[in-house]
């Protein structure tokens, strides 16, 4: 019924920057906080940054001051601006939405997650 759609991954070198992007389609009813957790090998996934649907903002303290959590509500879109990546970045990102459906009352949805690799 949801889909979350990443994109913007890849491969950067350090000091680099990027964008991801998640866009949520189907049965939406009203979307709550957006956010962007990342799981690197052999570690838990984290949360990197949330934002909820007024545009208040929370970051994981390693990447305060160098990334940037946005949302655009009419587009049920959000995005993460990376820059002056470091290679203890390199992780899978996921995106996360808190939704409710039509059908179903709020719970988290994922996506299937994006690759970010930052070369030293």
């Known amino acids: 019924q949801v889909q979350l759609v990443e994109s913007g991954g890849g491969l950067v070198q350090a000091g680099g920057s990027l964008r991801l992007s998640c866009t949520a389609s189907g049965m939406i009813f009203n979307i709550n906080a957006m956010g962007w957790y990342r799981q690197a090998p052999g570690k838990q996934r984290e949360l990197v940054a949330s934002?909820?649907?007024?545009?208040?903002?929370n970051y994981a303290d390693p990447v305060k001051g160098r990334f940037t959590i946005s949302r655009d509500n009419a587009k049920n879109t959000v995005y993460l601006q990376m820059n002056n990546l470091k290679p203890e970045d390199t992780a899978v990102y996921y995106c996360?939405?808190?939704?409710?459906?039509?059908?179903?009352?709020?719970?988290?949805?994922w996506g299937h997650g994006t690759q970010v690799t930052v070369s030293s």
């Open positions: 934002i909820n649907p007024r545009g208040s903002t």
């Open positions: 996360n939405a808190q939704i409710t459906t039509w059908s179903e009352v709020e719970r988290d949805y």
